[in-house]
């Protein structure tokens, strides 16, 4: 079965750092563009970054700056780097991948087929 692993989340305070983890689980992650999106109370789910299996990747505006998404091949693992996060950054963040062997951009729209079940992030002093 194929799944998705987050984790990483956590209580932290304003301007403080975070790195969450996307783990596959059943699966290699080698040729799936992955991306990161996260859904705040009340709120749509919105985008954050994406990263293809070439390491390209795509930001929405508002998150370029404090927000880093790399992968690690041999811990089939893609992490976000979250740097000098706010209150409203909470929200719970989710991992998605989407089979792209030979992409060459990925999208930060939420149309992936798999998706973890979150992990929650809460920005409070």
């Known amino acids: 079965q194929l799944q998705l692993v987050e984790s990483g989340g956590a209580l932290v305070q304003p301007g403080g750092s975070l790195r969450l983890s996307c783990t596959g689980s059943?699966?290699?992650?080698?040729?799936?563009?992955i991306g990161w999106f996260r859904q705040a109370p009340g709120k749509e789910r919105e985008g954050i970054s994406c990263?293809?299996?070439?390491?390209?990747?795509n930001y929405a505006d508002s998150m370029k700056g404090r927000f880093t998404i790399s992968r690690d091949g041999a811990e089939n693992t893609v992490y976000l780097q979250m740097d000098n996060v706010k209150p409203e950054d909470t929200a719970v963040y989710y991992c998605?991948?989407?089979?792209?062997?030979?992409?060459?951009?990925?999208?930060?729209?939420?149309?992936?087929?798999?998706w973890g079940q979150g992990t929650q992030v809460i920005v409070s002093p």
């Open positions: 059943g699966f290699s992650l080698e040729n799936y563009i």
């Open positions: 998605a991948a989407e089979w792209r062997p030979r992409p060459t951009f990925c999208t930060i729209l939420p149309t992936y087929s798999i």
């Open positions: 990263v293809t299996s070439g390491r390209r990747t």
